[in-house]
């Protein structure tokens, strides 16, 4: 008999009482290379293990004046749709000049590989996912929210091929392939998760195939080619996909909306200093008030961020204790 893997929320972060189950090695397909993984069973062993990490340590960093030779590493996953070289450049160039620091960003294909870099202490700001966030507290603190559409808050999206004009909900998808997002991301796995265990049905055994894409913009891909039947995507993401490039959503149909959540916040490590946090902080709150920082929040579809409100999060909490609850 398959031993139940139950995980609990233990000071914030997710343990499991499967301590012997294995990692499994990614798949890929030829969506922009995404990869390809069975998400349901082997999902929560992703915080286990601590990979040794290679990029320079910047930890100790101290943002001091504009003279300092300081340097911020921000981390980010693939969430940017635009020319994404030039707008993290641009974006950089913003912050550094506010901050008064070389901020230089790092990004990863995975929330995971943020979490554990920021974990290590190797990098000093991140941009997260809400479900990391409420699970690893005493790595990650909260620093800014965006501002989209006039609130911190966003919602997870359900997406069929246009030619599905029957389904209305993710219960309708037995023995269906889904597109899964990323394991640590709330919209493209918690939310879609819980639906199912709201359901009464157990996730692992619902769908006839189930992957992750590991970027947002990506679930659009596997729907449009058929390589899923179905997908859950980040609601912020599909509209500006959908704003920025309307020929990428013209054979896909938003089927169901969640309620919304806090939308995926701005962290600063849990060891950054107190000036250095709130220098970067108030660069951020600040964007707005300038062109330079008005183009890059155009660039990126949000009207700007807002100082931390944690309460916003409380949804994605409740949405972890159903996940613990199963069945899985």
């Known amino acids: 008999m398959q031993p139940k893997v139950r995980w ?32 349901l069973r082997n999902v929560r062993r992703r915080q286990v293990l601590r ?35 030039n707008l993290l450049d641009r974006w950089s160039s913003e912050l550094g000049n506010v901050c008064g620091a070389d901020v230089r960003f790092v990004q990863r294909n995975s929330y995971r590989e943020i979490d554990d870099l920021l974990a290590a202490g190797r990098l000093d700001v991140a941009w997260v996912c809400g479900f990391p966030y409420v699970t690893h507290p005493h790595t990650m603190r909260l620093m800014a929210i965006p501002d989209y559409g006039g609130q911190p808050l966003y919602r997870s999206y359900l997406i069929v091929p246009r030619s599905d ?38 996730p692992s055994r619902f769908f006839k195939k189930s992957f992750f894409t590991y970027a947002h913009r990506k679930v659009v891909d596997a729907v449009t080619s058929g ?18 490039y309307p020929e990428r959503t013209r054979n896909v149909r938003v089927a169901w909306r969640s309620p919304q959540y806090g939308f995926p916040p701005i962290v600063g490590r849990h060891t950054l200093d107190d000036e250095s946090f709130v220098r970067i902080q108030r660069a951020l709150v600040g964007m707005k008030d300038h062109p330079a920082g008005q183009d890059v929040l155009q660039r990126l579809n949000l009207d700007g961020f807002v100082p ?3 309460k916003v999060f409380d949804g994605i909490r409740r949405l972890v204790a159903i996940l613990n609850s199963g069945p899985v």
Do not use: C, W
């Open 8 to 39: 609990t929320l233990a000071r914030g972060r997710f343990s499991s009482s499967r301590r012997d189950e294995p990692y499994y090695r990614p798949v890929t397909v030829h969506i922009e290379e995404a990869a390809v993984m069975s998400p």
């Open 51 to 85: 990979f040794a990490l290679s990029i320079p340590l910047l930890s100790s960093l101290k943002i001091a004046s504009a003279n300092d030779a300081a340097s911020v590493a921000f981390g980010t996953t693939a969430v940017f749709l635009d020319d994404e070289i």
């Open 165 to 202: 004009t029957q389904t209305t909900h993710i219960t309708q998808l037995r023995n269906r392939v889904f597109a899964f997002s990323d394991p640590e991301s709330n919209s493209g796995f918690l939310v879609p998760t819980t639906e199912l265990i709201r359901a009464g049905i157990q």
């Open 227 to 244: 390589l899923a039947d179905a997908g859950e995507i980040d609601g912020y993401v599909y509209d500006t996909i959908e704003k920025q």
């Open 308 to 310: 931390d409100n944690d």
